[in-house]
C-alpha cells in the first residue's frame, strides 16, 4: 500500500500505525473471532498477544499478533481460515484509499496468517486474499505465492485484472511490483519484467484513479532495473493515450526525469536544453539546525524567443556520516516559460530526522535540475 511520497509522512504514519497495533486492537480482533466462532479462547489468545506487544515495532506488533492467532485458532488450516473470513467486517466504502485512514490495518495480521501458514493450500489462500484485498490489501501477502509458483499466480492474478472491484484490479499491480514499499523482494518479478507488463496492459486505462496511480508506481519500480523497456511501454501506452493515461505515464516516469534521463524528457516534451537565466535567488538561512526547515526562492527568466515546456525539479546534496555528501532530487513543478518571461518559484527543505534518513552537520549544496541540466542555486551549512 502505498502510504505516502514524502518521506518524513511515510515515517509518521509508521509510527502512528505501531501505536494503532495495541491492546485494544487486540480485544477488537478476539470480540470478531468470538462472534464467528462461540468457542474461540478469547481469554488466552488476548493474554498471549498482548504480552509484550508495546515493545515491538510495527511489523513485529503485527507478527506478535499472527503468531498468537495461529495458536489459538483451529490447527487445521482450511478450519482456522475459515473462522478468520467469518470475522472480516465490511469491504471498502469507497473505490480509493486515501482517507481511509488507520482503520483497514487492522486486517494486516490477516493477511500475515494466511502468507506465512497457507502456501500448502495454494488456491484456498488466494481466495482468502481476494476476500481480504477487499478490505485491507493483499499486496504483501500474494508475494510468497509469487515466488512459490508465480505461473499459477499470475493466471490467477490475470482473472482479478478484470475483476469488478477496483481494490481487486489494484492488488495485481501493486503485488507485482518490483520494489513494493515494506515488502519483500521476489526475484522472479525481477528476472520476467514482460511477464509482469502483460498484467498491467487492461490496467492501464482503468477507470479507478487508484488502480492507475498503483500502475504508474509499477513502472516507476521497473524504471530503476529495467528504463529503457519501460520507456518503450510508455511511449506505446501514450499513443492515442486519454488524459488520464498520460497523467500515468507522467507519474511513472519521474524517478527517470528527476535522474535527468533524456529518453524520458523527450518523451514528455520536456526534452530540449532550456535557455534561461537563474537570478534572484533567496534562501531563508545560510546556516541551519538539525530539525529545522530552509526555505528557498528563485527567479526564472527566459532567453528564448520562443515558449518552453520546462520540467523543473531540485537536488540537495545531504551530508552523509563519512562527510561525503549524497543527492537526493525532488520534484518542484512542471511550467511553460514564454518567450522573454519571468516565473518564480520557491521550495522547502526539510532536516528533520527520520528513520529514512538521517542528517549531519556540514556544508549542504541545492542545485535545480530544468529539464535534466543542472544549475548550481545555494548552499547552507548545517549544525548538530
Not at 281 to 290: D, G, M, P, Y
Not at 314 to 336: D, E, I, N, Q, W
Given at each position: 500500500m502505498e502510504l505516502s511520497s514524502p518521506?518524513?509522512?511515510?515515517?509518521t504514519m509508521a509510527e502512528q500505525l505501531k501505536h494503532f497495533f495495541s491492546p485494544a486492537l487486540v480485544r477488537r480482533l478476539a470480540s470478531d473471532l468470538e462472534r464467528a466462532e462461540p468457542s474461540f479462547p478469547t481469554s488466552k489468545f488476548v493474554r498471549q498477544a498482548t504480552r509484550g506487544l508495546e515493545e515491538l515495532e510495527l511489523m513485529d506488533r503485527a507478527r506478535h499478533i499472527c503468531r498468537a492467532l495461529r495458536d489459538h485458532l483451529p490447527e487445521d488450516y482450511p478450519t482456522a481460515l475459515a473462522i478468520l473470513l467469518r470475522s472480516l467486517g465490511p469491504e471498502h466504502g469507497q473505490d480509493e484509499l486515501l482517507g481511509g485512514g488507520m482503520g483497514p490495518f487492522f486486517y494486516l495480521p490477516h493477511t500475515m496468517f494466511v502468507a506465512e501458514y497457507g502456501l500448502e493450500h495454494f488456491d484456498l489462500s488466494l481466495?482468502?486474499?481476494?476476500?481480504?484485498?477487499?478490505r485491507f490489501t493483499a499486496e504483501f501477502s500474494i508475494r510468497p505465492?509469487?515466488?512459490?509458483?508465480?505461473?499459477?499466480?499470475?493466471?490467477?492474478?490475470?482473472?482479478?485484472?478484470?475483476?469488478?472491484?477496483?481494490?481487486?484490479?489494484?492488488l495485481v499491480s501493486e503485488g507485482t511490483r518490483l520494489r513494493l514499499p515494506w515488502g519483500a523482494r521476489v526475484r522472479w518479478l525481477t528476472e520476467n519484467p514482460e511477464r509482469v507488463?502483460?498484467?498491467?496492459?487492461?490496467?492501464?486505462?482503468?477507470?479507478?484513479?487508484l488502480v492507475r496511480r498503483s500502475v504508474a508506481n509499477h513502472l516507476n519500480d521497473l524504471s530503476k532495473d529495467y528504463p529503457e523497456l519501460t520507456l518503450q511501454t510508455c511511449e506505446r501506452w501514450l499513443q492515442g493515450a486519454s488524459v488520464e493515461t498520460q497523467a500515468l505515464v507522467r507519474h511513472a516516469l519521474r524517478s527517470l526525469v528527476k535522474k535527468g534521463h533524456r529518453g524520458a524528457l523527450e518523451l514528455l516534451g520536456v526534452g530540449a536544453r532550456p535557455k534561461l537565466e537563474v537570478r534572484a535567488?533567496?534562501?531563508?538561512?545560510?546556516?541551519?539546525?538539525?530539525?529545522?526547515?530552509?526555505r528557498f526562492s528563485f527567479e526564472l527568466k527566459s532567453s528564448a524567443r520562443q515558449s518552453q515546456e520546462l520540467a523543473v525539479d531540485?537536488?540537495?546534496?545531504?551530508?552523509?556520516?563519512?562527510?561525503?555528501?549524497?543527492?537526493?532530487?525532488?520534484?518542484?513543478?512542471?511550467?511553460?516559460l514564454a518567450a522573454g518571461s519571468s516565473a518564480?518559484?520557491?521550495?522547502?527543505?526539510?532536516?528533520?530526522?527520520?528513520?529514512?534518513?538521517?542528517?549531519?552537520?556540514?556544508?549542504?549544496?541545492?542545485?535545480?535540475?530544468?529539464?535534466?541540466?543542472?544549475?548550481?542555486l545555494a548552499e547552507f551549512k548545517l549544525r548538530a
Open positions: 518521506l518524513n509522512v511515510r515515517d481466495e482468502a486474499q481476494h476476500e481480504l484485498t477487499r505465492y509469487i515466488e512459490e509458483d508465480p505461473e499459477r499466480t499470475l493466471r490467477k492474478l490475470k482473472i482479478w485484472a478484470k475483476d469488478k472491484n477496483p481494490h481487486v484490479r489494484r507488463l502483460a498484467l498491467l496492459e487492461p490496467l492501464k486505462s482503468d477507470p479507478a484513479s535567488v533567496e534562501l531563508s538561512a545560510k546556516t541551519a539546525r538539525i530539525g529545522e526547515t530552509v531540485y537536488a540537495v546534496h545531504f551530508v552523509k556520516a563519512s562527510g561525503a555528501t549524497s543527492p537526493k532530487v525532488f520534484k518542484l513543478k512542471r511550467l511553460t518564480t518559484l520557491s521550495g522547502r527543505i526539510a532536516l528533520s530526522q527520520m528513520t529514512t534518513r538521517k542528517h549531519y552537520p556540514g556544508l549542504h549544496r541545492v542545485e535545480l535540475l530544468v529539464n535534466g541540466v543542472t544549475f548550481p
